[in-house]
Each structure stands twice: as C-alpha cells, then as structure tokens.
C-alpha cells in the first residue's frame, strides 16, 4: 500500500488519568504515504459496547484533504468541550483514497481513552442543561 498508519495515540488529560466532560481531547496519528498523495483520514468513535459515537473524516472537519504529504507525516483531530459522560471509549482510524473508494489501512481500538465526571450521571452525552424555577406570573 502506498500509505501505511504507522501509529494512533491520545494525548493524556491534564492533572489525571480520565478525561472529564468539557475536556479537550487530541488524537493524533502518524502515518507514512508516498510523497505528495493526498490521504483522507477517517475517525471512528465507538463506546466500549460498540455504540458509534463519532464517524467524521479529515475532509469533514476541516474542508481538505490530508496533503500532499511527506514520506512521514502527522495529523490531530481535537474535540473541543467533550460532550461524553462516563465511559470508556475506543479509537479508530482508516486512512483511504480521498473519493474513499479505496481504504489503504485501517487501526481498529487503535487507542482508547476514559472519561470520568466525578459524579452519578446516565446516558452517553453531557447536556448543557439549565433550569430556573419561580413564581406562575413573576417575572
């Protein structure tokens, strides 16, 4: 294969060992391609129980495509105020043809990570919810 996924990491929380809801999360991948292809790389989220939770490609996120490349080359996909709640979660990556008809290679639970809120919570997603109470009538 003219592309190879060399490896798939996620950077530690800051201050502990589980992210919290809120958090930034970073995936970052390494990976080698002949000089100047243009990859499209594909991230998968599932929960430990096999719900999918993110399927979102390069192209997807930022509007492009990966490339041209190097022969070794790095991309980060980063979620911005994590909106999961207490679980542990697998990471997939494939790298594929940009018209994605042709999957070059693939890392299943290629890297996990753990989310903790500190408290009792259900469900999957963390809601902003809020809530004000009063009066029938007062403003």
């Known amino acids: 294969s003219p592309v190879r996924l060399v490896r798939t990491w996620v950077e530690p929380p800051a201050g502990g060992v589980a992210y919290r809801p809120g958090d930034r999360v970073v995936i970052g991948i390494e990976y080698e391609a002949e000089p100047a292809m243009t990859v499209r790389a594909r991230l998968l989220l599932h929960t430990h129980d096999g719900v999918q939770m ?9 509007g492009a495509d990966l490339g041209p490349t190097d022969r070794l080359n790095q991309a980060r996909f980063t979620i911005e105020d994590l909106p999961l709640l207490d679980g542990h979660y697998l990471v997939t990556v494939i790298l594929q043809q940009p018209d994605e008809t042709r999957e070059f290679d693939r890392s299943d639970q290629a890297a996990t990570f753990d989310v ?23 403003a």
């Open 116 to 138: 903790n809120s500190g408290g009792p919570v259900t469900g999957r997603v963390a809601f902003r919810l809020g809530l004000e109470t009063g009066p029938v009538g007062v």
């Open 54 to 62: 993110i399927n979102a490609s390069s192209y997807d996120i930022a």
